[in-house]
């Protein structure tokens, strides 16, 4: 079975859990995972193969080694302007060569090529969206679930989808997790503190929690066509400091969350037991994804509501 293992990123955790990609075909394919974020420096990218249905995945197990590996930004009518070679620092594991990497343009395409020593060819475009700012924020410090929000106002991003801007927001707690799990495991939000297993869950898990893809029903804009959005509380899963950052993704992002959201169970799609969604992707002689985002972020506090025990 495939999966996507997200890096430290939990921004796709939506996408990773339970996807898969190469249901009807039986042959291993080359997965591949990397994402760029305009204006940071570029990130490593993980090769690894699907395995069978019925096969236990192991990252290093299945990882692909020795493979020739280049990202090159393009022009914007499609020439490779820059290649970016990248060498195995570890099993099926990719960085930039260059020291320090080079930093990801924003409204700039950039393609994945690689090369397997079995002959192996995968191909994958991204175009990195349009740089954004938190602009206002407001109600930095909220009662969970209080009569307040916090809300931030972004610069209105340019977008190519149909004039449509779409937003993940991510909360990451900034508390000490180097404390015992039984200590953080009481600063979890209600939601969280019963979804949380500690014989099968690690709270690192909870560390970063996301909203999923926020469309226009979601946000408002002024006459400056700036946009303000509401951290949703399914997004907080620490009382006590946290960083929210608003996201804008590419459609290469968008659409692989979309469709797996859609497909889940318990998205629109409704699929039955064992059903397994095929979700949309556009990496051309394998599976996974090569994304893009910008983001942004801001400090807020969660405070506890007076009422519930601590």
Not at 77 to 88: R, V
Not at 123 to 151: F, R
Not at 253 to 265: G, I, K, T
Request: with cysteine; proline share 9%; glycine share 8%.
């Amino acid at each position: 079975m495939t999966r996507l293992y997200p890096a430290a990123l939990l921004l796709l955790s939506v996408v990773a859990l339970g996807c898969d990609t190469t249901a009807t075909q039986p042959e291993s394919e080359v997965i591949v995972e990397a994402y760029l974020q305009g204006g940071a420096p570029m990130d490593t990218i993980q090769l690894t193969r699907s395995v069978g249905v019925d096969d236990a995945y192991s990252p290093r197990e299945a990882a692909v080694t020795g493979a020739t590996v280049e990202v090159r930004r393009l022009t914007d009518d499609g020439t490779p302007t820059k290649t970016i070679a990248f060498e195995e620092t570890e099993a099926g594991l990719y960085a930039p060569r260059p020291s320090p990497p080079p930093t990801v343009r924003p409204r700039t395409s950039y393609e994945l090529s690689v090369s397997t020593p079995d002959g192996t060819e995968v191909t994958a475009t991204t175009t990195v969206p349009d740089t954004i700012s938190i602009v206002e924020t407001e109600n930095e410090a909220v009662v969970y679930q209080g009569p307040d929000q916090p809300a931030f106002t972004i610069t209105p991003p340019q977008s190519a989808r149909d004039g449509q801007t779409v937003l993940v927001l991510t909360t990451t707690s900034l508390r000490d997790f180097s404390n015992p799990d039984s200590a953080l495991r009481k600063q979890l939000t209600p939601f969280y503190e019963e979804s949380y297993n500690p014989e099968e869950d690690s709270i690192e898990a909870f560390r970063t929690t996301s909203s999923g893809i926020l469309n226009e029903a979601n946000f408002s804009r002024d006459e400056a066509g700036r946009i303000t959005t509401q951290l949703p509380w399914i997004s907080v899963a620490f009382y006590g400091p946290n960083e929210s950052a608003v996201h804008v993704i590419d459609d290469n992002l968008y659409d692989l969350v979309r469709s797996q959201q859609a497909q889940s169970p318990g998205g629109q799609g409704g699929l039955g037991p064992g059903e397994i969604p095929n979700v949309i992707e556009y990496v051309e002689g394998g599976t996974g994804v090569f994304g893009s985002y910008v983001r942004a972020t801001r400090e807020v506090s969660i405070q506890r509501p007076p009422d519930e025990p601590s």
